[in-house]
T-cell receptor, first 115, second 113 residues
Framework: ETGVTQSPTHLIKTRGQQVTLRCSSQSGHNTVSWYQQALGQGPQFIFQYYREEENGRGNFPPRFSGLQFPNYSSELNVNALELDDSALYLC??????????????FGPGTRLTVL | AQSVTQPDIHITVSEGASLELRCNYSYGATPYLFWYVQSPGQGLQLLLKYFSGDTLVQGIKGFEAEFKRSQSSFNLRKPSVHWSDAAEYFCAVGRAAGNKLTFGGGTRVLVKP
């Protein structure tokens, strides 16, 4: 059984550019959540995808968007990058059965630096 | 709104000594509570979780945590710390039918030889 994987590991972009981060969920998991972790802080919830639909969103602007694919993998897209977008982006997968939330398992993260 | 407070930003402990990390939460319903550990530059690894039942939960790596509803706390403990326990520890709260986890700011643990 493979865990949650993310790519790329590191990424450097310049302000105004667009970026796409990728996540493969753990085998058997149908839900993917994305978090942003700024340096020295705890992770903050961006949004969650369940069965290819957005299932809740945190306090992030619309330039943060996502997708979930039929195989439950996911992408996080950020447009018009700002310096404050520099952070570790974490993906977590879980198995949602009915209305019950299960434990979220995290990937290693993608370190994004915006210059 | 849910929130999590980890009052200690840094804790230094000697190898072999006991460790307790504090976590206080604010939540309007029955919380789901988690402790995660993060090594430098790494993702989060689940140490333990509390959903219901016995308020003392056992986790991996010899960690345990106790849920105290009256104090809105979920403190993490380990009887004897190893050098490999040096890391950052995050407490998080979620809800049964929810989606997001709300994390505290983390406690960085340093282990002295």
């Amino acid at each position: 059984e493979t865990g949650v994987t993310q790519s790329p590991t590191h990424l450097i972009k310049t302000r105004g550019q667009q970026v796409t981060l990728r996540c493969s969920s753990q085998s058997g998991h149908n839900t993917v959540s994305w978090y942003q972790q700024a340096l020295g802080q705890g992770p903050q919830f961006i949004f969650q995808y369940y069965r290819e639909e957005e299932n809740g969103r945190g306090n992030f602007p619309p330039r943060f968007s996502g997708l979930q694919f039929p195989n439950y993998s996911s992408e996080l897209n950020v447009n018009a990058l700002e310096l404050d977008d520099s952070a570790l982006y974490l993906c977590a997968s879980s198995e949602k059965l009915g209305g019950t939330t299960d434990t979220q398992y995290f990937g290693p993260g993608t370190r994004l630096t915006v210059l | 709104a849910q929130s999590v407070t980890q009052p200690d930003i840094h804790i230094t402990v000697s190898e072999g000594a006991s460790l307790e990390l504090r976590c206080n939460y604010s939540y309007g319903a029955t919380p789901y509570l988690f402790w995660y550990v993060q090594s430098p530059g790494q993702g989060l690894q689940l140490l333990l979780k509390y959903f219901s039942g016995d308020t003392l939960v056992q986790g991996i790596k010899g960690f345990e945590a106790e849920f105290k509803r009256s104090q809105s706390s979920f403190n993490l403990r380990k009887p004897s710390v190893h050098w490999s326990d040096a890391a950052e520890y995050f407490c998080a709260v979620g809800r049964a039918a929810g989606n997001k986890l709300t994390f505290g700011g983390g406690t960085r643990v340093l282990v002295k030889p």
